[in-house]
T-cell receptor
Framework: GDSVTQMEGPVTLSEEAFLTINCTYTATGYPSLFWYVQYPGEGLQLLLK?????DKGSNKGFEATYRKETTSFHLEKGSVQVSDSAVYFC?????????????FGTGTSLTVIP | SQTIHQWPATLVQPVGSPLSLECTVEGTSNPNLYWYRQAAGRGLQLLFY??????ISSEVPQNLSASRPQDRQFILSSKKLLLSDSGFYLC?????????FGSGTRLTVV
């Protein structure tokens, strides 16, 4: 079945450091891929998405490229800020009897220190 | 505008007590609605989804139930909470190929 494997945390970085959070997936079809972010005390928010191979999703300085050959969707940011401290979830959406089914990774906690 | 509301934000309940979490959607009709749970150290797990009034599909057998009494209302319930029911519960509304999530309810069963 479909699944998402995400880099375990927690991750602690200094401000302005480079961020990579690895995500790989297993899917039987042609899924869409997502990164969601959960800031402290808030619900999940969509950060970025890519719907087909080689697409690059980007938002707020974050980027991720849909790599079908390596079944990956790694999240990157060139220079993190303290405000980026949150939990990041990689997810895929595939079609099944309910229309679309979502599969989430376990989440990676990021703390950025000044 | 299209929004999703979920309450309460936090809840502390004793073992054996009942549970009712409510989720409502505004600005749309006949939405597909979902309940997810995030347990500590684990990813999000789909609990229930509903494609219409009175239509509930369960993904994981458990101590919980869901109901869809109105088009834009989705309720998560339990008759008797267990310690293992503690977690972060999210209501979600599927919009096209993406989801909009509620703000979540952090449930602690003591």
């Amino acid at each position: 079945g479909d699944s998402v494997t995400q880099m375990e945390g927690p991750v602690t970085l200094s401000e302005e450091a480079f961020l990579t959070i690895n995500c790989t997936y297993t899917a039987t079809g042609y899924p869409s891929l997502f990164w969601y972010v959960q800031y402290p005390g808030e619900g999940l928010q969509l950060l970025l998405k890519a719907t087909k191979a080689d697409d690059k999703g980007s938002n707020k300085g974050f980027e991720a490229t849909y790599r079908k050959e390596t079944t990956s969707f790694h999240l990157e940011k060139g220079s993190v800020q303290v405000s980026d401290s949150a939990v990041y979830f990689c997810a895929l959406s595939d079609r099944d009897a309910s229309g679309n089914q979502f599969y989430f990774g376990t989440g990676t906690s990021l703390t950025v220190i000044p | 505008s299209q929004t999703i509301h979920q309450w309460p934000a936090t809840l502390v309940q004793p073992v054996g007590s009942p549970l009712s979490l409510e989720c409502t959607v505004e600005g749309t009709s006949n939405p597909n609605l979902y309940w997810y749970r995030q347990a500590a150290g684990r990813g999000l797990q789909l609990l229930f989804y509903s494609v219409g009034i009175g239509q509930i599909s369960s993904e994981v057998p458990q101590n919980l139930s869901a109901s869809r009494p109105q088009d834009r209302q989705f309720i998560l319930s339990s008759k008797k909470l267990l310690l293992s029911d503690s977690g972060f519960y999210l209501c979600a509304w599927r919009r096209g190929n993406g989801y909009t999530f509620g703000s979540g309810t952090r449930l602690t069963v003591v």
